[in-house]
């Protein structure tokens, strides 16, 4: 069964940093950044959503657990008073996936 962590500041800057670049290629790919601008575009974009980086209020960045072991990230975006609800990431380890920690999320 899975649990949810708060991501550690180290946790954050490593996902952080995968998730830029890896968001800069999908976006190349698709035709929405020129690749020799894409890293700075896709920054800008987390830095938009992300001000306070895991600290930006009513995002909510998890490292997926499973008996203790690192299985996923989860980072969602929750506004009660809006009743807004969005799943921005939910991605589990290459090694990990097809086991139902997706669906355990």
Known sequence: MVELKKMSDHEFEAWR?????????????????????????????????????????DHHLFTVMDEGENVGILWFHANNE???????DIEMLESKRGMGYGKQT
Do not use: W
């Open 17 to 57: 940093n995968r998730s830029v670049a890896s968001y800069a290629a999908e976006k190349v790919k698709a035709g929405n950044f020129k690749e020799e601008t894409a890293i700075e575009e896709s920054e800008r974009e987390f830095q938009k959503l992300l001000p306070q980086g895991k600290d930006t209020q």
């Open 82 to 88: 809006m009743k807004e609800n969005y799943i921005f």
